[in-house]
Protein backbone atom coordinates (compact mmCIF):
# COMPACT_ATOMS: atom_id res chain seq x y z
CA UNK A 1 0.00 0.00 0.00
CA UNK A 2 1.37 3.98 -0.98
CA UNK A 3 1.96 5.82 2.14
CA UNK A 4 -0.80 8.48 0.13
CA UNK A 5 -3.38 5.45 0.02
CA UNK A 6 -2.95 4.64 3.50
CA UNK A 7 -3.03 8.41 4.90
CA UNK A 8 -6.53 8.47 2.87
CA UNK A 9 -7.39 5.32 4.56
CA UNK A 10 -6.48 6.64 8.01
CA UNK A 11 -8.04 9.20 7.43
CA UNK A 12 -11.10 7.64 6.23
CA UNK A 13 -11.13 5.68 9.73
CA UNK A 14 -10.82 8.61 11.69
CA UNK A 15 -14.00 10.06 10.08
CA UNK A 16 -15.72 7.09 10.96
CA UNK A 17 -14.77 6.33 14.56
CA UNK A 18 -18.53 5.56 16.49
CA UNK A 19 -19.88 7.46 19.11
CA UNK A 20 -17.94 5.23 22.59
CA UNK A 21 -20.45 4.19 24.73
CA UNK A 22 -19.63 2.90 28.65
CA UNK A 23 -19.63 -0.96 28.45
CA UNK A 24 -21.63 -2.14 31.39
CA UNK A 25 -21.96 -5.39 33.17
CA UNK A 26 -26.00 -5.02 32.75
CA UNK A 27 -25.47 -7.90 30.21
CA UNK A 28 -27.97 -9.08 27.48
CA UNK A 29 -29.85 -11.10 30.17
CA UNK A 30 -33.05 -10.56 32.33
CA UNK A 31 -33.00 -13.55 33.43
CA UNK A 32 -35.00 -14.07 37.22
CA UNK A 33 -36.26 -17.16 38.77
CA UNK A 34 -39.95 -17.78 39.34
CA UNK A 35 -40.97 -18.13 42.75
CA UNK A 36 -41.71 -21.78 42.71
CA UNK A 37 -37.77 -22.05 41.36
CA UNK A 38 -36.69 -20.07 44.24
CA UNK A 39 -38.59 -22.15 46.78
CA UNK A 40 -37.57 -25.41 45.36
CA UNK A 41 -33.64 -24.29 45.62
CA UNK A 42 -34.15 -23.52 49.23
CA UNK A 43 -31.97 -20.50 48.83
CA UNK A 44 -32.03 -17.03 50.57
CA UNK A 45 -32.28 -13.92 48.66
CA UNK A 46 -29.22 -13.45 48.23
CA UNK A 47 -27.77 -16.34 47.13
CA UNK A 48 -30.81 -15.76 44.59
CA UNK A 49 -29.60 -12.73 43.31
CA UNK A 50 -25.86 -14.48 42.90
CA UNK A 51 -27.35 -16.99 41.01
CA UNK A 52 -29.22 -14.63 38.59
CA UNK A 53 -26.07 -12.74 38.48
CA UNK A 54 -24.30 -16.33 37.29
CA UNK A 55 -27.05 -17.15 34.62
CA UNK A 56 -27.39 -13.11 33.31
CA UNK A 57 -23.08 -13.61 32.46
CA UNK A 58 -23.35 -17.10 31.20
CA UNK A 59 -26.49 -15.84 29.02
CA UNK A 60 -24.17 -13.29 28.01
CA UNK A 61 -21.53 -14.93 26.80
CA UNK A 62 -23.52 -17.23 24.02
CA UNK A 63 -22.81 -15.69 20.33
CA UNK A 64 -26.37 -15.30 18.65
CA UNK A 65 -27.99 -16.00 22.12
CA UNK A 66 -27.20 -19.84 22.42
CA UNK A 67 -28.45 -22.92 21.12
CA UNK A 68 -31.82 -22.68 21.75
CA UNK A 69 -31.80 -18.96 19.51
CA UNK A 70 -29.61 -20.09 16.97
CA UNK A 71 -30.47 -22.23 13.75
CA UNK A 72 -27.43 -23.40 13.69
CA UNK A 73 -28.24 -26.42 16.62
CA UNK A 74 -30.88 -27.57 14.80
CA UNK A 75 -29.78 -30.81 12.71
CA UNK A 76 -31.45 -31.22 8.97
CA UNK A 77 -34.08 -33.16 8.72
CA UNK A 78 -33.26 -37.08 7.83
CA UNK A 79 -34.57 -38.06 4.42
CA UNK A 80 -34.43 -41.56 5.15
CA UNK A 81 -35.87 -43.94 7.88
CA UNK A 82 -32.85 -44.35 9.94
CA UNK A 83 -29.77 -41.41 10.92
CA UNK A 84 -26.76 -42.07 8.33
CA UNK A 85 -23.67 -44.11 9.85
CA UNK A 86 -21.89 -41.76 12.84
CA UNK A 87 -18.92 -39.53 11.82
CA UNK A 88 -21.22 -38.33 8.89
CA UNK A 89 -21.44 -34.61 8.13
CA UNK A 90 -24.61 -33.30 8.46
CA UNK A 91 -24.44 -29.73 8.22
CA UNK A 92 -21.11 -27.09 7.28
CA UNK A 93 -21.44 -23.43 8.43
CA UNK A 94 -17.97 -22.07 7.17
CA UNK A 95 -17.09 -19.63 7.96
CA UNK A 96 -19.41 -18.60 10.86
CA UNK A 97 -20.27 -14.64 11.64
CA UNK A 98 -17.15 -14.71 13.70
CA UNK A 99 -17.60 -11.19 15.10
CA UNK A 100 -19.77 -12.62 17.46
CA UNK A 101 -16.72 -14.10 19.01
CA UNK A 102 -13.55 -13.21 20.67
CA UNK A 103 -11.01 -15.05 18.51
CA UNK A 104 -7.89 -13.64 17.46
CA UNK A 105 -7.45 -11.37 14.21
CA UNK A 106 -6.69 -13.17 11.31
CA UNK A 107 -8.07 -16.59 12.49
CA UNK A 108 -11.31 -17.96 11.12
CA UNK A 109 -14.37 -19.76 12.29
CA UNK A 110 -16.44 -22.51 11.47
CA UNK A 111 -18.86 -24.99 13.13
CA UNK A 112 -20.58 -28.69 11.84
CA UNK A 113 -22.96 -30.76 12.90
CA UNK A 114 -22.59 -34.43 12.24
CA UNK A 115 -23.39 -37.95 13.82
CA UNK A 116 -21.74 -39.61 16.50
CA UNK A 117 -22.90 -42.40 18.94
CA UNK A 118 -24.09 -42.53 22.46
CA UNK A 119 -22.18 -44.82 24.84
CA UNK A 120 -24.96 -47.58 24.30
CA UNK A 121 -24.45 -46.67 20.03
CA UNK A 122 -27.41 -45.03 19.43
CA UNK A 123 -27.05 -42.70 16.25
CA UNK A 124 -27.51 -38.90 17.30
CA UNK A 125 -26.58 -35.51 15.98
CA UNK A 126 -24.46 -33.52 17.54
CA UNK A 127 -21.49 -29.64 16.74
CA UNK A 128 -18.47 -29.05 16.87
CA UNK A 129 -16.24 -25.68 15.49
CA UNK A 130 -12.99 -25.43 13.57
CA UNK A 131 -10.34 -23.21 14.24
CA UNK A 132 -7.99 -22.49 11.14
CA UNK A 133 -4.79 -20.00 10.98
CA UNK A 134 -3.94 -17.37 9.15
CA UNK A 135 -0.96 -19.80 7.71
CA UNK A 136 -0.20 -23.36 8.44
CA UNK A 137 2.65 -23.96 10.57
CA UNK A 138 5.42 -25.19 8.19
CA UNK A 139 5.75 -29.12 7.75
CA UNK A 140 8.94 -31.09 7.27
CA UNK A 141 9.05 -30.38 2.66
CA UNK A 142 8.70 -34.40 2.47
CA UNK A 143 6.16 -34.78 4.85
CA UNK A 144 1.93 -36.25 3.91
CA UNK A 145 1.31 -33.31 5.29
CA UNK A 146 3.35 -30.61 3.39
CA UNK A 147 0.75 -27.45 2.36
CA UNK A 148 -1.57 -28.62 4.60
CA UNK A 149 -2.92 -27.54 8.07
CA UNK A 150 -1.72 -29.76 10.50
CA UNK A 151 -4.58 -31.07 13.04
CA UNK A 152 -5.45 -30.91 16.66
CA UNK A 153 -8.36 -32.57 17.91
CA UNK A 154 -9.08 -30.02 21.18
CA UNK A 155 -11.04 -31.76 23.63
CA UNK A 156 -12.55 -29.54 26.06
CA UNK A 157 -12.72 -29.17 29.99
CA UNK A 158 -16.24 -29.10 31.35
CA UNK A 159 -18.82 -26.38 30.72
CA UNK A 160 -21.68 -27.52 31.38
CA UNK A 161 -24.38 -30.12 31.57
CA UNK A 162 -26.65 -28.80 28.94
CA UNK A 163 -27.19 -27.75 25.18
CA UNK A 164 -26.31 -23.82 26.47
CA UNK A 165 -23.15 -25.03 27.88
CA UNK A 166 -21.64 -25.30 24.28
CA UNK A 167 -18.26 -24.08 23.56
CA UNK A 168 -19.37 -23.30 20.04
CA UNK A 169 -21.86 -21.11 20.59
CA UNK A 170 -19.28 -19.30 23.68
CA UNK A 171 -17.77 -16.09 22.83
CA UNK A 172 -14.31 -17.21 23.56
CA UNK A 173 -14.52 -21.15 22.67
CA UNK A 174 -14.74 -21.65 26.41
CA UNK A 175 -10.99 -21.97 26.60
CA UNK A 176 -9.88 -19.03 24.59
CA UNK A 177 -6.47 -17.73 26.00
CA UNK A 178 -5.58 -21.26 27.77
CA UNK A 179 -5.41 -23.57 24.78
CA UNK A 180 -7.61 -22.58 21.73
CA UNK A 181 -5.99 -19.05 20.54
CA UNK A 182 -2.54 -20.47 21.49
CA UNK A 183 -3.46 -23.60 19.11
CA UNK A 184 -4.37 -21.90 16.04
CA UNK A 185 -1.96 -18.59 16.58
CA UNK A 186 1.18 -21.54 16.58
CA UNK A 187 -0.52 -22.55 12.82
CA UNK A 188 -2.49 -25.34 13.65
CA UNK A 189 -6.07 -26.24 12.72
CA UNK A 190 -7.90 -27.16 16.17
CA UNK A 191 -10.95 -29.42 16.18
CA UNK A 192 -13.11 -29.11 18.92
CA UNK A 193 -16.22 -31.81 19.18
CA UNK A 194 -18.67 -29.70 21.84
CA UNK A 195 -19.45 -33.51 22.82
CA UNK A 196 -22.94 -34.85 22.17
CA UNK A 197 -25.85 -33.21 24.41
CA UNK A 198 -23.67 -29.95 24.65
CA UNK A 199 -25.40 -27.67 21.55
CA UNK A 200 -27.68 -30.26 19.58
CA UNK A 201 -30.33 -31.06 22.68
CA UNK A 202 -32.83 -33.19 20.45
CA UNK A 203 -32.23 -35.89 18.07
CA UNK A 204 -34.50 -36.50 15.16
CA UNK A 205 -37.42 -38.14 16.99
CA UNK A 206 -37.38 -35.07 19.45
CA UNK A 207 -35.72 -37.09 22.29
CA UNK A 208 -33.67 -35.12 24.63
CA UNK A 209 -29.80 -36.06 24.13
CA UNK A 210 -28.21 -35.93 27.49
CA UNK A 211 -24.23 -35.06 27.82
CA UNK A 212 -22.86 -38.48 28.75
CA UNK A 213 -20.68 -36.62 31.94
CA UNK A 214 -18.03 -38.59 32.28
CA UNK A 215 -18.59 -41.73 29.89
CA UNK A 216 -15.41 -40.98 28.38
CA UNK A 217 -16.21 -43.82 25.91
CA UNK A 218 -18.49 -42.22 24.65
CA UNK A 219 -16.78 -38.34 24.08
CA UNK A 220 -14.25 -41.09 22.28
CA UNK A 221 -16.55 -41.26 19.72
CA UNK A 222 -17.63 -37.53 19.57
CA UNK A 223 -14.08 -36.87 19.04
CA UNK A 224 -12.96 -39.50 16.37
CA UNK A 225 -16.53 -39.46 14.32
CA UNK A 226 -15.77 -35.40 14.44
CA UNK A 227 -12.54 -36.54 12.60
CA UNK A 228 -14.50 -38.20 9.84
CA UNK A 229 -16.73 -35.53 9.61
CA UNK A 230 -14.66 -32.46 9.61
CA UNK A 231 -12.30 -34.55 6.64
CA UNK A 232 -15.36 -35.07 4.79
CA UNK A 233 -16.49 -30.60 5.23
CA UNK A 234 -12.42 -29.26 4.53
CA UNK A 235 -11.45 -32.32 1.60
CA UNK A 236 -7.58 -31.57 1.71
CA UNK A 237 -7.16 -29.03 3.55
CA UNK A 238 -6.35 -30.67 6.91
CA UNK A 239 -3.11 -33.44 7.61
CA UNK A 240 -4.02 -36.52 7.62
CA UNK A 241 -2.16 -36.66 10.71
CA UNK A 242 -3.37 -35.53 14.25
CA UNK A 243 -2.50 -34.61 17.93
CA UNK A 244 -4.83 -34.92 20.27
CA UNK A 245 -4.87 -32.58 23.46
CA UNK A 246 -7.40 -32.26 26.46
CA UNK A 247 -8.28 -30.65 29.60
CA UNK A 248 -9.65 -31.56 32.76
CA UNK A 249 -12.64 -33.39 31.56
CA UNK A 250 -11.38 -33.15 28.04
CA UNK A 251 -7.89 -34.44 29.55
CA UNK A 252 -9.55 -37.70 30.72
CA UNK A 253 -11.16 -37.52 27.26
CA UNK A 254 -7.82 -37.40 25.32
CA UNK A 255 -6.09 -39.98 27.10
CA UNK A 256 -9.28 -42.07 26.76
CA UNK A 257 -9.18 -41.46 23.16
CA UNK A 258 -5.17 -42.91 23.23
CA UNK A 259 -6.74 -46.27 24.98
CA UNK A 260 -9.16 -46.98 22.27
CA UNK A 261 -6.80 -46.66 19.45
CA UNK A 262 -4.49 -49.41 21.29
CA UNK A 263 -7.75 -51.32 22.08
CA UNK A 264 -7.01 -54.76 20.07
CA UNK A 265 -10.01 -56.84 21.10
CA UNK A 266 -12.65 -54.14 22.36
CA UNK A 267 -15.18 -52.50 20.04
CA UNK A 268 -12.46 -49.76 18.77
CA UNK A 269 -10.79 -52.47 16.82
CA UNK A 270 -13.01 -51.96 13.38
CA UNK A 271 -14.24 -48.29 14.51
CA UNK A 272 -11.30 -46.79 14.35
CA UNK A 273 -9.10 -48.89 11.73
CA UNK A 274 -9.58 -45.71 9.56
CA UNK A 275 -8.05 -42.94 11.93
CA UNK A 276 -5.26 -44.85 13.53
CA UNK A 277 -3.08 -44.47 10.93
CA UNK A 278 -2.87 -40.26 11.28
CA UNK A 279 -2.57 -40.77 14.80
CA UNK A 280 0.61 -38.67 16.44
CA UNK A 281 0.21 -38.62 20.02
CA UNK A 282 -1.95 -37.18 23.17
CA UNK A 283 -1.68 -34.52 25.09
CA UNK A 284 -3.71 -34.66 28.20
CA UNK A 285 -3.79 -31.69 30.66
CA UNK A 286 -4.92 -32.03 34.44
CA UNK A 287 -6.48 -34.42 33.65
CA UNK A 288 -10.17 -36.30 35.41
CA UNK A 289 -9.03 -40.08 35.67
CA UNK A 290 -11.38 -41.34 38.48
CA UNK A 291 -13.69 -39.08 39.71
CA UNK A 292 -15.81 -41.28 41.24
CA UNK A 293 -12.86 -41.59 43.87
CA UNK A 294 -13.84 -38.92 46.73
CA UNK A 295 -9.95 -38.81 47.42
CA UNK A 296 -9.70 -36.87 44.65
CA UNK A 297 -13.04 -35.36 43.28
CA UNK A 298 -15.85 -33.83 45.44
CA UNK A 299 -18.30 -35.95 45.65
CA UNK A 300 -21.22 -33.37 46.27
CA UNK A 301 -20.44 -32.22 42.42
CA UNK A 302 -20.28 -35.62 41.09
CA UNK A 303 -23.18 -37.42 42.26
CA UNK A 304 -25.84 -34.89 40.57
CA UNK A 305 -23.40 -34.14 37.25
CA UNK A 306 -22.74 -37.46 36.54
CA UNK A 307 -26.09 -38.96 37.82
CA UNK A 308 -28.15 -36.62 35.33
CA UNK A 309 -27.09 -39.21 32.55
CA UNK A 310 -27.07 -42.05 34.15
CA UNK A 311 -30.48 -43.61 32.96
CA UNK A 312 -28.94 -43.10 29.54
CA UNK A 313 -26.85 -45.82 30.69
CA UNK A 314 -28.62 -47.85 33.25
CA UNK A 315 -32.10 -47.70 31.94
CA UNK A 316 -34.50 -47.15 34.89
CA UNK A 317 -31.92 -45.10 36.82
CA UNK A 318 -33.33 -42.06 38.72
CA UNK A 319 -31.58 -39.23 40.20
CA UNK A 320 -33.17 -39.99 43.65
CA UNK A 321 -30.87 -42.97 44.05
CA UNK A 322 -28.01 -40.81 44.70
CA UNK A 323 -29.80 -37.56 45.77
CA UNK A 324 -31.92 -36.29 48.50
CA UNK A 325 -34.98 -34.51 47.60
CA UNK A 326 -32.97 -31.22 47.95
CA UNK A 327 -30.71 -32.46 46.07
CA UNK A 328 -33.34 -33.60 43.28
CA UNK A 329 -35.15 -30.40 43.51
CA UNK A 330 -32.15 -28.33 42.57
CA UNK A 331 -30.98 -29.94 40.07
CA UNK A 332 -34.66 -30.08 38.60
CA UNK A 333 -34.05 -26.28 38.55
CA UNK A 334 -30.57 -26.33 37.35
CA UNK A 335 -31.77 -28.08 34.23
CA UNK A 336 -34.80 -25.69 33.68
CA UNK A 337 -32.79 -22.62 33.22
CA UNK A 338 -29.55 -24.72 32.28
CA UNK A 339 -27.19 -23.74 34.87
CA UNK A 340 -23.58 -23.80 34.03
CA UNK A 341 -20.68 -25.16 35.80
CA UNK A 342 -20.51 -21.98 38.19
CA UNK A 343 -24.35 -21.85 39.58
CA UNK A 344 -23.67 -26.33 40.00
CA UNK A 345 -20.94 -25.07 41.80
CA UNK A 346 -22.69 -22.62 44.05
CA UNK A 347 -26.00 -25.09 44.78
CA UNK A 348 -23.59 -28.55 45.44
CA UNK A 349 -20.33 -28.26 45.79
CA UNK A 350 -19.81 -29.21 49.23
CA UNK A 351 -23.29 -27.95 50.14
CA UNK A 352 -24.82 -30.17 53.20
CA UNK A 353 -27.76 -32.04 52.58
CA UNK A 354 -27.83 -32.89 48.59
CA UNK A 355 -26.83 -36.47 48.46
CA UNK A 356 -27.76 -39.15 50.35
CA UNK A 357 -25.71 -41.44 52.06
CA UNK A 358 -24.04 -44.52 50.55
CA UNK A 359 -24.93 -42.92 47.27
CA UNK A 360 -21.15 -44.70 45.90
CA UNK A 361 -22.05 -48.10 46.97
CA UNK A 362 -24.66 -48.46 44.67
CA UNK A 363 -24.60 -50.56 41.64
CA UNK A 364 -24.85 -48.33 38.92
CA UNK A 365 -22.07 -46.04 40.85
CA UNK A 366 -19.89 -48.89 40.85
CA UNK A 367 -20.74 -49.97 37.22
CA UNK A 368 -20.34 -46.39 35.91
CA UNK A 369 -16.85 -45.99 37.58
CA UNK A 370 -15.71 -48.79 35.78
CA UNK A 371 -16.59 -47.99 32.25
CA UNK A 372 -15.38 -44.50 32.54
CA UNK A 373 -12.10 -44.58 34.63
CA UNK A 374 -9.38 -43.37 32.70
CA UNK A 375 -5.87 -44.76 33.00
CA UNK A 376 -3.67 -48.16 34.43
CA UNK A 377 -4.76 -49.35 30.57
CA UNK A 378 -2.93 -49.95 27.43
CA UNK A 379 -2.32 -46.70 25.37
CA UNK A 380 -1.52 -45.74 21.95
CA UNK A 381 1.41 -43.39 22.31
CA UNK A 382 3.00 -41.09 22.79
CA UNK A 383 1.06 -39.35 25.54
CA UNK A 384 2.04 -36.10 27.93
CA UNK A 385 0.24 -36.32 31.03
CA UNK A 386 0.74 -32.32 32.26
CA UNK A 387 -0.46 -31.66 36.11
CA UNK A 388 -0.20 -29.19 38.75
CA UNK A 389 0.89 -29.96 41.63
CA UNK A 390 -1.60 -27.55 43.43
CA UNK A 391 -4.65 -27.97 41.73
CA UNK A 392 -8.00 -28.48 43.64
CA UNK A 393 -10.37 -30.25 40.91
CA UNK A 394 -8.04 -32.64 39.45
CA UNK A 395 -5.73 -32.93 42.50
CA UNK A 396 -1.94 -33.88 41.35
CA UNK A 397 -2.25 -37.33 43.58
CA UNK A 398 -5.26 -38.65 41.77
CA UNK A 399 -3.24 -38.10 38.30
CA UNK A 400 0.18 -39.69 39.85
CA UNK A 401 -1.84 -42.73 41.29
CA UNK A 402 -3.12 -43.46 37.63
CA UNK A 403 0.23 -42.57 36.03
CA UNK A 404 2.02 -45.11 38.00
CA UNK A 405 -0.38 -47.58 37.31
CA UNK A 406 -0.36 -47.18 33.34
CA UNK A 407 3.88 -47.23 33.57
CA UNK A 408 3.01 -50.56 35.39
CA UNK A 409 0.80 -51.82 32.77
CA UNK A 410 3.66 -51.51 30.02
CA UNK A 411 6.36 -52.23 32.21
CA UNK A 412 7.91 -48.24 32.11
CA UNK A 413 9.00 -49.64 28.34
CA UNK A 414 6.07 -47.06 26.82
CA UNK A 415 6.35 -43.50 25.78
CA UNK A 416 4.11 -41.84 28.39
CA UNK A 417 5.67 -38.84 30.10
CA UNK A 418 4.53 -37.15 33.06
CA UNK A 419 5.77 -33.56 33.46
CA UNK A 420 4.61 -32.00 36.64
CA UNK A 421 4.39 -27.89 37.28
CA UNK A 422 5.31 -26.45 40.78
CA UNK A 423 2.62 -24.12 42.28
CA UNK A 424 0.44 -24.15 39.46
CA UNK A 425 -3.04 -24.90 39.49
CA UNK A 426 -6.07 -26.66 37.51
CA UNK A 427 -6.10 -24.54 34.23
CA UNK A 428 -2.87 -22.52 34.95
CA UNK A 429 -1.77 -25.86 34.33
CA UNK A 430 -1.82 -25.43 30.16
CA UNK A 431 0.10 -22.22 30.51
CA UNK A 432 2.72 -23.41 32.81
CA UNK A 433 3.32 -26.32 30.52
CA UNK A 434 2.69 -24.16 27.18
CA UNK A 435 6.21 -24.10 25.90
CA UNK A 436 6.79 -27.41 26.58
CA UNK A 437 3.61 -29.27 25.06
CA UNK A 438 3.27 -26.62 21.88
CA UNK A 439 7.06 -27.78 21.48
CA UNK A 440 5.78 -31.51 22.05
CA UNK A 441 3.15 -31.34 19.15
CA UNK A 442 5.37 -29.78 17.11
CA UNK A 443 7.76 -32.54 17.16
CA UNK A 444 5.03 -35.28 16.71
CA UNK A 445 4.23 -33.39 13.40
CA UNK A 446 8.07 -33.01 12.52
CA UNK A 447 8.29 -37.34 12.84
CA UNK A 448 10.88 -36.39 15.49
CA UNK A 449 11.41 -39.92 18.28
CA UNK A 450 9.82 -39.68 21.71
CA UNK A 451 12.30 -40.51 24.67
CA UNK A 452 11.11 -43.88 26.57
CA UNK A 453 10.95 -45.27 29.71
CA UNK A 454 8.46 -43.60 31.84
CA UNK A 455 10.15 -40.59 31.85
CA UNK A 456 9.11 -37.73 34.70
CA UNK A 457 9.68 -33.91 34.07
CA UNK A 458 9.38 -31.75 37.30
CA UNK A 459 9.31 -27.82 36.26
CA UNK A 460 9.06 -24.83 38.60
CA UNK A 461 8.82 -20.96 37.36
CA UNK A 462 11.67 -19.27 36.78
CA UNK A 463 11.10 -16.56 39.47
CA UNK A 464 9.86 -16.71 42.62
CA UNK A 465 6.63 -17.89 43.02
CA UNK A 466 4.79 -14.67 44.45
CA UNK A 467 5.80 -12.57 41.14
CA UNK A 468 3.72 -14.69 39.17
CA UNK A 469 -0.24 -14.09 38.80
CA UNK A 470 -1.54 -16.99 39.58
CA UNK A 471 -4.91 -17.59 38.02
CA UNK A 472 -6.39 -15.78 35.84
CA UNK A 473 -8.48 -12.03 36.96
CA UNK A 474 -9.98 -11.35 33.31
CA UNK A 475 -12.18 -12.39 30.72
CA UNK A 476 -12.46 -11.30 26.90
CA UNK A 477 -14.69 -8.79 26.74
CA UNK A 478 -16.98 -9.05 23.14
CA UNK A 479 -16.91 -5.78 21.43
CA UNK A 480 -17.72 -5.83 18.19
CA UNK A 481 -21.04 -3.63 18.59
CA UNK A 482 -19.44 -0.39 17.06
CA UNK A 483 -19.97 1.89 20.11
CA UNK A 484 -17.81 -0.69 22.00
CA UNK A 485 -14.99 -0.63 19.72
CA UNK A 486 -12.63 2.17 21.18
CA UNK A 487 -12.07 -0.97 24.13
CA UNK A 488 -9.87 -3.11 21.90
CA UNK A 489 -7.08 -1.94 19.82
CA UNK A 490 -7.11 -4.62 17.36
CA UNK A 491 -10.32 -3.23 16.18
CA UNK A 492 -8.58 -1.05 14.06
C1 LIG B 1 -27.24 -10.33 52.24
O1 LIG B 1 -26.41 -9.32 51.70
C2 LIG B 1 -26.40 -8.12 52.44
C3 LIG B 1 -25.65 -7.06 51.64
O2 LIG B 1 -24.44 -7.58 51.15
C4 LIG B 1 -25.81 -8.41 53.82
O3 LIG B 1 -25.80 -7.24 54.59
C5 LIG B 1 -26.62 -9.50 54.50
O4 LIG B 1 -26.02 -9.85 55.73
C6 LIG B 1 -26.76 -10.71 53.63
N1 LIG B 1 -27.72 -11.65 54.24
C7 LIG B 1 -27.47 -12.94 54.38
C8 LIG B 1 -28.56 -13.75 54.97
O5 LIG B 1 -26.41 -13.45 54.05
C1 LIG C 1 -28.94 -10.88 23.09
O1 LIG C 1 -29.64 -12.11 23.26
C2 LIG C 1 -30.55 -12.41 22.23
C3 LIG C 1 -31.31 -13.66 22.59
O2 LIG C 1 -31.33 -13.90 23.93
C4 LIG C 1 -29.79 -12.61 20.94
O3 LIG C 1 -30.68 -12.89 19.89
C5 LIG C 1 -29.00 -11.34 20.63
O4 LIG C 1 -28.18 -11.59 19.50
C6 LIG C 1 -28.13 -10.95 21.81
N1 LIG C 1 -27.52 -9.67 21.52
C7 LIG C 1 -26.24 -9.45 21.73
C8 LIG C 1 -25.76 -8.05 21.43
O5 LIG C 1 -25.50 -10.30 22.11
C1 LIG D 1 -32.21 -33.95 3.40
O1 LIG D 1 -32.39 -33.30 2.17
C2 LIG D 1 -32.38 -31.88 2.24
C3 LIG D 1 -32.75 -31.34 0.85
O2 LIG D 1 -31.95 -31.92 -0.14
C4 LIG D 1 -30.97 -31.41 2.70
O3 LIG D 1 -30.94 -30.02 2.81
C5 LIG D 1 -30.68 -32.06 4.03
O4 LIG D 1 -29.36 -31.72 4.41
C6 LIG D 1 -30.81 -33.58 3.97
N1 LIG D 1 -30.63 -34.14 5.30
C7 LIG D 1 -29.61 -34.92 5.65
C8 LIG D 1 -29.57 -35.40 7.05
O5 LIG D 1 -28.72 -35.24 4.87
C1 LIG E 1 -25.55 -49.88 27.92
O1 LIG E 1 -24.25 -50.41 28.15
C2 LIG E 1 -24.00 -50.87 29.49
C3 LIG E 1 -22.53 -51.21 29.67
O2 LIG E 1 -21.98 -51.83 28.54
C4 LIG E 1 -24.94 -52.01 29.80
O3 LIG E 1 -24.73 -52.48 31.11
C5 LIG E 1 -26.38 -51.51 29.68
O4 LIG E 1 -27.31 -52.52 29.88
C6 LIG E 1 -26.62 -50.89 28.28
N1 LIG E 1 -27.90 -50.24 28.25
C7 LIG E 1 -28.74 -50.39 27.23
C8 LIG E 1 -29.98 -49.55 27.28
O5 LIG E 1 -28.54 -51.12 26.30
C1 LIG F 1 -18.08 -44.18 49.44
O1 LIG F 1 -17.85 -42.98 50.18
C2 LIG F 1 -17.46 -43.23 51.51
C3 LIG F 1 -17.44 -41.90 52.24
O2 LIG F 1 -17.02 -40.86 51.43
C4 LIG F 1 -16.16 -43.97 51.54
O3 LIG F 1 -15.75 -44.23 52.86
C5 LIG F 1 -16.30 -45.28 50.78
O4 LIG F 1 -15.05 -45.94 50.69
C6 LIG F 1 -16.81 -45.01 49.37
N1 LIG F 1 -17.09 -46.27 48.69
C7 LIG F 1 -16.60 -46.57 47.48
C8 LIG F 1 -17.04 -47.85 46.86
O5 LIG F 1 -15.84 -45.84 46.89
Do not use: C
Not at 55 to 84: C, K, S, V
Not at 184 to 203: I, S
Request: overall charge negative; hydrophobic content about 40%.
Amino acid sequence: MSKLVALVLLSLAAAQFPPAVPHLTSFNSSFTFTPEQVSSLEIDANLTITLQNIIRFENTQLAFGGPHHDAFYTPPPLNTTTPPPPGTLLSLQAPTDYSAYTIPPLTSLSRLLYTTTTYNGTIIPTSAFLLLPYLPRPSPPNSKSAGKIPLVLWTHGTSGFFPSATPSSHRGLWYETSAVYPLVEAGYAVFAPDYAGLGVGFDWDGNRIRHQYHAAPAQVGDVLYGLLAVREAFPGLLSEEFVVVGHSQGGGVAWAVAEALADEKGKGKEKWEGVKGGYRGTVAVSPTTDAFNGDFAPETFIAPTVGQAVATVFPGFTQDKWLTELGVNRWGVVEAVEGGIAVVQRLFFGQEGVLKKGWNETWEAKAFRKLMTVGGKKFAGPLLIVQGDEDVYVPYEGTRIAVEKTWEVDGKKGDLEFYVAEGVGHVPALHAGQVYWLKWIGERFDGKGVRKGGFRTDVKGLLPKEWYQKFKYAFPLWTALPEFQYETAAAL
